[in-house]
Nanobody, 119 residues
Framework: QVQLVESGGGLVQAGGSLRLSCAASGRTFSSYAMGWFRQAPGKEREFVAG????????NYADSVKGRFTISRDNAKNTVYLQMNSLKPEDTAVYYC????????????WGQGTQVTVSS
């Protein structure tokens, strides 16, 4: 099992930047594909970005492509989400998640960190 703790959320003006971090503990971090998701008030949780175990492959939701970058440091057991050119519609609770090898779903979730973008 892996435990995930997000940090780095906060209040930022539109056009600004934030970097979220997700620290993992437990079983070998590099065994897991990682993802970032978000949930805005009244909306369902949605996928934001994903990264494979080595960090060599990433994918993004269309709404954040070109503005957000996911990365990982397996030596530090941490995954990051660099968010640039933030928009008010990016306001949400952001969650990191881990997917076990050969699994199709993300099994482990952090508690979330709030990101609020003011206009």
């Amino acid at each position: 099992q892996v435990q995930l703790v997000e940090s780095g959320g906060g209040l930022v003006q539109a056009g600004g930047s934030l970097r979220l971090s997700c620290a993992a503990s437990g079983r070998t971090f590099s065994s897991y594909a990682m993802g970032w998701f978000r949930q805005a008030p009244g909306k369902e949780r949605e996928f934001v970005a994903g990264i494979n175990r080595s960090g060599g492959s990433t994918n993004y939701a269309d709404s954040v492509k070109g503005r957000f970058t996911i990365s990982r440091d397996n030596a530090k057991n941490t995954v990051y989400l660099q968010m640039n050119s933030l928009k008010p519609e990016d306001t949400a609770v952001y969650y990191c998640a881990a997917r076990s090898p050969f699994a199709s779903l993300y099994s482990y979730w952090g508690q979330g960190t709030q990101v609020t973008v003011s206009s």
